[in-house]
């Protein structure tokens, strides 16, 4: 309970000792008046309630079954699904959970998958950063596996600085650092490149065509 304070005029007391009065009451009233503001005490003894502002790093959105697409002329280019996703718009940024990226020729036919534990979109121009067991497998048997993996997305190409290994129809290639267009059609290898080749048909050779060391 806050006791009130009473103000009278006593038309004989000293003006000075007057001004003095009322200089001790106003400043008891602002003390009063920021305790107040400061700590909003609850009825019956409840804790102080603490009005704390919004931190600058959570999420404007989050959702579930998290869906993005890039088109052209209708025709999709690439389409992004997550089991979550939250946007910070202040960023520019999405970051998603459980992706699935799917990518799509100019028939909008799909020819490759990307899945990936974790992932990041910077918006707006929606280069992609994939982190976590990534994998790029195409419908023609290519198969890439790294730990992170970027893609640009205006350049439309895959880039990793990781370790990386590529298998088709049996074959094996490992090196460090990565480049290729989605499909996986013109690849290359930047170094420490090893290769496990056979010599069936479809085999070995033509995949070390497809690459570069």
């Not at 579930?64 to 939250?86: M, N, Q, V």
């Not at 880039?159 to 074959?171: A, H, I, K, P």
């Amino acid at each position: 309970m806050i006791d009130g304070l009473i103000l009278g005029t006593d038309t004989d007391a000293d003006p000075r000792a007057e001004r003095g009065r009322r200089g001790e009451a106003s400043r008891a009233l602002r003390s009063l008046a920021l305790a107040f503001v400061v700590t909003l005490a609850g009825c019956d003894g409840d804790a102080p309630v603490t009005v704390a502002p919004r931190a600058a790093n959570l999420p404007s959105q989050e959702v579930s079954d998290f869906t993005l697409e890039e088109s052209d002329t209708g025709r999709p280019e690439w389409i992004l699904e997550a089991k979550y996703a939250a946007t910070y718009s202040g960023r520019g940024l999405i970051v998603a959970k459980d992706v699935t990226i799917d990518f799509f020729d100019s028939e909008g036919k799909k020819y490759s998958r990307l899945t990936a534990r974790e992932g990041t979109v910077e918006q707006p121009g929606n280069d992609m950063e994939a982190r976590g067991k990534v994998v790029v497998t195409t419908t023609d048997g290519t198969r890439i596996e790294t730990e992170s993996l970027r893609f640009l997305n205006r350049q439309r190409r895959i880039v990793s600085d990781e370790f990386v290994r590529l298998e088709r129809n049996g074959d094996v290639v490992t090196g460090i650092g990565f480049e290729s267009d989605p499909s996986l059609e013109h690849f290359s290898i930047k170094r420490e490149v090893k290769a496990k080749v056979q010599s069936s048909p479809g085999g070995g050779l033509r995949f070390e065509e497809r690459g570069g060391r």
